[in-house]
């Protein structure tokens, strides 16, 4: 059962990291990442459930506010503010993309079947999962111009080493994850009024534009 | 109420003071006055432990064993002097005349919190810690960077943040994994991301997931340190940041990552022999020093300049480190020590010169410097001299050492490179540092640059100058012993 | 020792501290500097007397541990020796230079330089770990390179410091390559343990061989490595120039005695021959590019490259000798090379010193504009030829005393060395002749055009002679040459004992029988060259005297071809050479220009405009296009940094799943 | 001392009478040559008169010129002097020997070059520059030829030291080895190249664009030139001399006894006199040939030398 829903939810992530790939909106992008976030949470309740660790509940609780809710928020005003849609032109077309994707994600599983469990468990897969998401994440910031998308793929890439915490640590000591979490939220306000910033000087958001400093 | 902490409190409170605004004396003491205090009680907790004493605080969260001593040391004497010259750094600018009081609310707040930030790195023995401790640095030291609020500044900024907050993420996923390759052995709680409780597990930890975390941790804290291929935000960092922060980011950021770097390592030496993480810091460094060749060649920049340099530097550390053996980690030391007591040096006569020319681009500040700036140009000369590793200077020292132990080891043919890339790094170093101080004057074709005043930013630049010179010929015994009680840190043992 | 180097460093000090007063700091820095020479000069001497090696721990590094040690072996003394008989005249002579040559802003960072140079070049003769050997070669690198760019404001002395900079650094570079290796197998730094020539043998020791080869080769200035060299010594001050090559160039032998001939074990006979080769292509191209050399600096600096061919070609020979296990010959050849460090020393130090009073005299270096300048700088003159004469290789001066050994050197080589190989020996022979013959003709150009007949310029008609304190020292240079052409039997006594303490090298009294009369110096005046025709020769002259005793009565003007004979219908030194630039036009690849403005007709010429240039062709071939390359991969490389954050993110990714399919493999 | 004392009368007897032979040495070969043209030719003597007359001339200098120009002829005589007490003439040892032989013989003549033609430059005229210029260089290119040639003969005695050399020579007696020829072939061509004799140069002519060691000297008078002529003909002497002791030591006296003393003159004057006519059969045979030319005729005497070398050790 138990690991029956985390398969499932880790599945969804990666579709959901697959979509962001695929598509341009950037408002369907956040809600995305919103959903990816709440399947995270997810993943947290159920492993809380299945192994009685209390403070992953806390875990749970602070991905789904956090992520699922405050930073998509938080994101969506930027973007509101800015009055910019969508995103324009990436470096490479969605279906080669995609096909670079797919190696990235077979590279991920590879390199997850090195694990204690082997192939068999639900590690495997999580940690597969995972690792491949960091990947597309790293992947969509490299391909797309926009600050917002390249903030979403930064915190996919965020979610992807989360998702590696639960799945084969169950979760790192409370303290530390707290502090972690403080500082992505840190993070992302920065990242935030930085586009700010970036939008009043440049009228626009494409950080390819950004090519000043050379040599 | 113990030192370590009062060490740790001190820059906080500052930040706190400053960050609050207020009379602009005010601030400037409060800065000046809390980052000596901390300097000295940095020393203070060396002093501890040079006296026999493992300081540690919250449990054993905070400790200073011999490594984090000498990092503290050289981070706490890093800020202090910053932090002195930051002040007059402002004082110049603000005949200037243009910074909001936001901008010095920034300045004053986010210094003495980046300075925090460092020595907790240097002292927090818990891997979690360390990397929420580096994380902050980098966040203390966006808005640094995009001080002067520049179209380049901002792009500057974006980079770093994003580059740095990928590494993070690298870095936790490292940490993550480390942690799950002791399958529980940790036990539980905040004391289960202790280094000294990696250690002493070490050798049942699970090889891949280690491997896969070493990677991962290397690839983050890399990226902090400013390894290539991760190194591309440091130069335009370097080149916007003023210069009192850019020597905070240049030795301080430097040491701590490759603090975290060297803690990693230790793990992965410990469980499963040295040859996996020093291969790949061998690897890492001898590709950021060969990396920084062609742009010293090339170079357009005075600050980008010292931004290539001291990416050379990390990597001659990294390959120090790789090369493995005593000998190579305490050239590597050595070096990270002269390293730290000089570029305060370079980075302040550069700034001095920059200000006064109003630009730091080549061709702005134009030829022949050595005649309308003497002092600074002389003082960048003298940095130039030490920065390229000659003789009698500290460097000159410990690349022989990295290089006696490289031609010692089994990797001469990596030595040999390495060697050749110093030599053109040398000359290249050189050609920059020549056709800027010597030359005729360039008249109407660059900036006439103001008169030199011997001002607070000229005092501490002489200050450096002489700090630099006498510690090639006399390190404080202490300071010795702590290099040495840090090479039995790192390269003893196996 | 120790004090030596203190006083040197004690005088940079009160240098810099008086650094506001030119004229004391003059004083000051150079008093220091002769002060140190001196004591350097006594240790040298004593040590060579009394065979006894001194050595020590100067300095100890506490931080590295690193230890500085010192070791004054007879080989480092006779080294030590010919430094200190330089420096202390040309530290007098920089006095009254530096006042008029050096601006005051300048006085204490050139004395300083001058000071650490000096030091430093002591302490690469006694260094005795490989470690202060280093450090000493580095900072007498970067020292002589400040000093070259003290008036940086010219184009030329930046770029001469620069390219010193450069090469002298990628030589560096193959030294410590060199030196670490062989510290590696030796287990130690020390040159006590390192150069018993035992530590490496195999593939390892020809390697070795030729990074200390190209290293050392680089500082004397070997063709084709030459290229900083006539750059830099014209663009230094003249002192500084006299000192660089009178002993920087030494350092460079020093190095390849001590590692390439004596410190790798046996050489091979290869090496001996590349040694004699490079040495033999460096004399003959030196004296052939100062032949049509129009500067009177560069000109002396090329001939330094020939003398250092000369010296080289000697070493060869020992190397060759010692290959084939003949401890005479190489102590011949030895013999010839060190006496002739020495002798070079004299006379370019003393010709650079002279042409220091003529640019200051005329502001100018050019040949072509001096002329009569015999008249005007008397003194200065007459010291020039005697040098000239040295340099020359003429008896009974001491120039010739070396080559005469090495001649010998060469024809026991053919004697004593089986097989084809001796042939190399005649050959060398042939060229040092043709060298010698060619200065000769280089030397009667320099001082004939510059001292001789009417001024070519006003500046020539009215140069000043130099103050005494610039005389006084040039005629002590002149009494030596003079002396150790007279008197080679002391010379080679204390030769005699620095050979002893060199491996495999048979001291020459051993000689005694053998037909080198002069190398059994048992008695000082049974010399190459005693009194005996020294005498005969005053005898010759007062003959003439006699004989053509009567008072001139009449001077009359020269016939000048029916027209009036000006500075302008003399000929000049680019007319001189032109018959030896024709003869070797192989190696100059002249190109020449004349075009004629005509108005009425081609053949009424209003004026005639030519321009004549030989080839840089090292320069021109190797170095100009090496530099070109790099820098054009540099410029490509730029990409890497070309501003895109995605460029920069991609890096990251790629470095990632490398990383990760690597790992991946290993599972 | 009275070793040194025997040396110095030696040498001046020596000196003395090659000084006292030489201008006949001129007179012979000019009178030679005019036999060749079918002339009478001036009398034996002329050359004595010639230098008689000039010495007693009425010395001018150019007001351009300084001490070096004074200086020049005088060294210039007084290395020629000097040489005579380095070769073995009439006894297979020189007055000086033990000081350093051929090497020697060839600097100090090399120096007095050196002086001649530093002189040359002293007057300004554009004529003494030529000729300087053109001198140093025709020097300097037969100066490895020189030498490889006395090395050749040199290490047939295995010593530069012209004594000994001379002695291992005369005990060998006169050798026909190939060698022996080649060397003499390449010695005799740089012989002639040395004292400016045609092809190389033309001892008679004064016209501008062809004369070499005449142009040097073309502003001495009286004594002065006196000087130099003198000193001119003792080294074609000194050099005919050194030909003889190297390749005929026939008749040289090894001790000195009256009878000896008597034969070792005579065959000396028989063999100068001999390379004087080939000289002059030379001269009478070739025409001058330009300045450019000159290198490949040095060449072959180099390749001459080297052969010779070649071929007696190998």
């Not at chain 2, 002489?462 to 006399?474: D, E, P, R």
């Not at chain 3, 302490?123 to 450090?135: K, N, P, Y």
């Not at chain 3, 290293?215 to 001050?237: C, N, R, S, T, Y």
């Amino acid at each position: 059962m138990t690991r029956d829903v985390l398969i499932l939810c880790a599945a969804g992530m990666l579709v959901s990291a697959y979509l962001m790939v695929g598509q341009k909106a950037l408002f369907t992008a956040i809600r995305l990442y919103a959903v990816q976030s709440l399947l995270l949470g997810t993943v947290a309740i159920t492993m809380a459930i299945a192994d009685r660790r209390d403070e992953l509940f806390v875990m749970a609780a602070l991905t789904i506010t956090l992520k699922s809710a405050l930073i998509p928020w938080f994101l969506m005003r930027v973007i509101d503010r800015i009055g910019i849609h969508r995103e324009i032109e990436p470096f490479l077309n969605v279906p080669a993309s995609l096909l670079v994707c797919l190696g990235l994600t077979a590279v991920g599983y590879r390199v997850s079947t090195g694990f204690p469990e082997g192939t068999q468990g639900v590690t495997h897969h999580l940690v597969g999962v995972a690792l491949s998401m960091l990947l597309i994440g790293l992947f969509l910031m490299v391909t797309r111009k926009k600050a917002v998308t390249q903030i979403l793929a930064l915190l996919t890439v965020e979610n992807a080493v989360f998702l590696v915490a639960l799945g084969i640590t169950s979760g790192m000591p409370l303290v530390v994850e707290l502090g972690i979490s403080f500082d992505v939220i840190l993070a992302v306000l920065m990242l935030g009024i930085l586009v700010h910033r970036i939008v009043d000087r440049f009228e626009s958001m494409d950080v390819s534009r950004l090519s000043k400093l050379k040599g | 109420m113990n030192l370590l902490v009062w060490t740790l409190a001190a820059p906080l409170m500052t930040a706190v003071a400053g960050s609050l605004g207020g009379p602009r004396r005010w601030n400037e003491a409060t800065l000046i006055g809390g980052l000596s205090l901390t300097f000295a009680l940095c020393l203070g907790t060396a002093g501890q432990f040079l006296g026999g004493a493992i300081p540690t605080a919250f449990g054993n969260t905070l400790r200073v064993d011999g490594l984090s001593a000498l990092v503290l040391v050289l981070c706490g004497f890093v800020g202090w002097v910053s932090g002195l010259y930051g002040v007059g750094y402002l004082r110049r600018n603000d005949a200037g005349g243009f910074l909001t009081p936001r901008m010095l609310r920034e300045f004053y707040g986010l210094v003495p919190a980046y300075v925090f930030a460092m020595l907790l790195v240097s002292v927090s023995n818990n891997l979690g810690i360390l990397w929420i401790a580096v994380e902050l640095t980098t966040l203390a030291s966006v808005f640094l960077v995009a001080f002067h609020n520049r179209d380049t500044s901002l792009e500057a900024a974006w980079k770093f943040l994003v580059l740095g907050s990928l590494g993070l993420g690298f870095a936790l996923l490292g940490t993550v994994l480390l942690f799950a390759s002791a399958q529980g052995r940790l036990g539980e709680g905040m004391s289960a991301l202790e280094w000294t409780r990696f250690m002493r597990v070490a050798p049942s930890l699970h090889p891949f997931t280690l491997r896969l975390g070493v990677v991962f941790a290397l690839i983050g804290y890399g990226t902090k340190a400013g390894l290539a291929p991760m190194h591309t935000w440091k130069p335009d960092a370097y080149r916007e940041a003023p210069s009192a922060t850019g020597v905070l980011m240049a030795v301080g950021m430097l040491n701590g990552a490759l603090y975290c770097l060297l803690r990693i390592h230790l793990i992965s030496k410990a469980a499963i022999g040295a040859d996996f993480s020093a291969g790949l810091l061998l690897t890492l460094g001898l590709l950021s020093v060969l990396v920084a060749m062609p742009f010293l060649l090339i170079q357009w920049n005075l600050k980008r300049l010292l931004a290539y340099s001291s990416i050379e530097h990390v990597g001659i550390m990294a390959v120090g480190i790789g090369l493995g053996g005593e000998a190579g980690a305490f050239g590597a030391l050595l070096h990270m020590t002269y390293h730290s007591l000089a570029k305060p040096l370079a980075f302040f006569s550069a700034g001095t010169l920059a200000q006064l020319h109003r630009s730091s681009d080549f061709d702005k500040i134009g030829s022949g410097t050595l005649g309308r700036t003497p002092v600074a140009s002389g003082l960048f000369l003298l940095a130039a001299v030490i920065m390229t590793g000659s003789p009698p200077f500290g460097m000159f020292f410990s690349e022989i050492t990295i290089l006696r132990a490289g031609f010692t080891g089994p990797h001469t043919i990596a030595t040999s490179v390495f060697l050749g890339a110093l030599v053109v790094l040398f000359c290249g170093f050189w050609y920059q540092a020549g056709r800027m101080t010597l030359g005729p004057d360039p008249g109407r074709n660059a900036n006439t640059p103001e008169p030199e005043v011997v001002d607070l930013g000229m005092a501490v630049a002489l200050l450096t100058a002489l700090i630099a010179v006498v510690s090639a010929f006399y390190l404080p015994a202490p300071l010795t012993a702590l290099i040495r009680a840090a090479t039995k840190v790192v390269g003893g043992g196996a | 020792m120790l004090i030596a180097l203190a006083i040197r460093l004690f005088t940079i000090v009160a240098t810099v501290a008086v650094a506001r007063r030119p004229a004391i700091c003059r004083v000051v820095s150079m008093g220091g500097s002769i002060l140190a020479s001196a004591i350097t000069g006594w240790l040298a001497v004593r040590v060579i007397t009394s065979r006894a090696v001194i050595d020590g721990v100067l300095a100890r590094h506490a931080a590295s541990g690193i230890v500085f040690g010192y070791a004054v072996t007879p080989l480092s003394a006779w080294f030590l020796m010919v430094l200190a008989l330089i420096a202390a005249p040309v530290a007098v002579y920089s006095i009254g230079y530096f006042a008029h040559a050096v601006p005051a802003s300048r006085t204490a960072t050139t004395g300083v330089g001058f000071n650490v140079l000096l030091g430093a070049v002591e302490l690469v003769f006694v260094a005795s770990d490989v470690v202060t050997f280093l450090f000493a070669w580095e900072l007498m690198t970067l020292a002589t390179a400040a000093l070259v760019a003290t008036d940086h404001e010219e184009r030329s002395s930046r770029r001469a410091a620069y390219l010193y900079l450069v090469m002298s650094h990628v030589g560096t570079g193959c030294l410590v390559a060199g030196f670490l290796a062989l510290a590696s197998r030796a287990g130690s730094l020390s040159f006590s343990v390192l150069l018993t020539g035992d530590t490496v043998s195999g593939s390892l020791r020809h390697v070795l061989f030729v990074l200390f080869f190209v290293g050392f080769g680089v500082k004397a200035g070997l063709i084709p490595l030459h290229v900083w060299l006539p750059e830099a010594h014209p663009a230094a001050p003249s002192s500084v120039s006299a000192l660089m090559s009178a002993v920087l160039i030494t350092t460079g032998l020093y190095g390849l005695l001590r590692l390439c001939a004596f410190g790798l074990g046996v050489p091979s006979l290869d090496w001996g021959l590349a040694v004699m080769g490079v040495g033999a292509l460096s004399a003959i191209l030196g004296v052939l590019y100062a032949l049509t050399e129009n500067d009177v600096k560069r000109m002396l600096a090329y001939s330094t490259i020939e003398h250092a061919g000369i010296i080289v070609l000697g070493v060869g020979v020992a190397m060759m000798a010692r290959a084939s296990g003949r401890g005479d010959l190489a102590a011949v050849a030895m013999a010839a090379s060190l006496y002739h460090v020495l002798n070079h020393a004299a006379f370019k130090g003393l010709l650079f010193l002279g042409a220091g009073g003529m640019a200051m005299g005329t502001g100018t270096r050019r040949i072509e504009e001096f002329g009569g300048l015999l008249r005007r700088l008397p003194w200065t003159g007459f010291f020039f030829l005697v040098g000239a004469l040295a340099i020359s290789g003429l008896p009974p001066l001491n120039g010739f005393a070396s080559e005469w050994l090495l001649f010998q050197a060469l024809l026991r080589g053919f004697a004593s060395i089986p097989g084809l190989v001796r042939l190399n020996f005649p050959i060398g022979g042939a060229l040092l002749a043709l060298t010698s013959a060619l200065a000769a003709a280089c030397f009667v150009r320099a001082f004939g055009i510059s001292f001789l007949a009417l001024p070519r310029s006003r500046a020539a008609a009215e140069a000043p002679e130099s103050p005494a304190l610039m005389l006084v020292p040039q005629g002590y240079l002149a009494a030596l040459c003079v002396g150790l052409g007279l008197f080679p039997g002391i010379v080679l006594q204390s030769l005699d004992r620095v050979l002893a303490s060199l491996p495999g090298v048979q001291s020459p009294v051993a000689l005694a029988p053998s037909s080198l009369a002069m190398a059994s110096p048992r008695d000082v005046t049974d010399g190459v060259v005693p009194l005996g025709l020294a005498v005969a020769i005053g005898g010759g002259i007062i003959v003439g005297l006699l004989l053509a005793a009567r008072r001139v009565s009449r001077r009359v003007p020269t016939w000048g071809c029916g027209g009036e004979l000006t500075a302008r219908t003399e000929y000049t030194a680019t007319a001189f050479s032109k018959p030896l630039m024709m003869m070797f036009r192989a190696v100059y690849r002249p190109t020449r220009e004349v075009e004629a403005m005509a108005e009425v007709s081609p053949y009424f010429p209003t004026e005639v405009r030519f321009r004549g240039r030989i080839e840089p062709t090292f320069e021109r071939y190797i170095y100009t296009p090496l530099a070109l390359a790099v820098l054009r991969v540099a410029v490509g490389l730029k990409v890497l940094q070309a501003g895109s954050l995605h460029a920069y993110l991609a890096y990251v990714l790629v470095l990632g799943v490398l990383l990760l399919i690597w790992l991946g493999g290993s599972i | 001392m009275g070793e040194a004392l025997r040396a110095a009368v030696f040498a001046v007897l020596q000196a003395a009478l090659l000084l006292a032979a030489a201008p006949l040495l001129h007179g012979v070969i000019k009178k030679m040559k005019a036999a060749f043209q079918t002339r009478q030719g001036p009398p034996l003597l002329q050359s004595y008169y010639d230098i008689a007359k000039l010495l007693r001339k009425e010395p001018i200098r150019s007001e351009t010129t300084t001490w070096v120009y004074a200086a020049g002829p005088r060294v210039y005589f007084a290395t020629a002097v000097a040489a005579t007490t380095l070769v073995p003439v009439f006894v297979t040892a020189a007055p000086l020997e033990a000081v350093g032989g051929i090497l020697l013989l060839v600097g100090t003549l090399a120096l007095g070059r050196f002086a001649l033609a530093s002189a040359a430059l002293d007057t300004g005229s554009p004529f003494g520059g030529m000729g300087s210029s053109r001198e140093m260089t025709i020097a300097a290119l037969a100066e490895p030829a020189l030498m490889l040639g006395l090395f050749a003969s040199a290490l047939a005695a295995g010593s530069l030291n012209l004594g000994t050399l001379v002695r291992g020579l005369a005990e060998q007696g006169p050798s026909l080895h190939p060698s022996d020829l080649l060397g003499f072939a390449s010695l005799f061509i740089i012989l002639i190249a040395e004292s400016g004799r045609v092809p190389v140069d033309n001892p008679a002519t004064h016209l501008e664009l062809t004369m070499i060691h005449e142009a040097m000297v073309l502003e001495y008078a009286g004594p002065d030139l006196a000087l130099v002529e003198w000193a001119s003909a003792l080294k074609e002497l000194l050099y005919l001399t050194l030909l003889a002791d190297l390749f005929a030591p026939i008749g040289i006296a090894t001790t000195l006894t009256p009878a000896t003393a008597l034969i070792a003159v005579t065959a000396w004057s028989m063999k100068v006199f001999l390379f004087a006519f080939g000289v002059t059969l030379v001269e009478s045979t070739n025409a001058k040939l330009r300045l450019f030319r000159v290198p490949e005729l040095v060449a072959t005497s180099l390749g001459l030398g080297f052969l010779a070398l070649a071929i007696r050790f190998l």
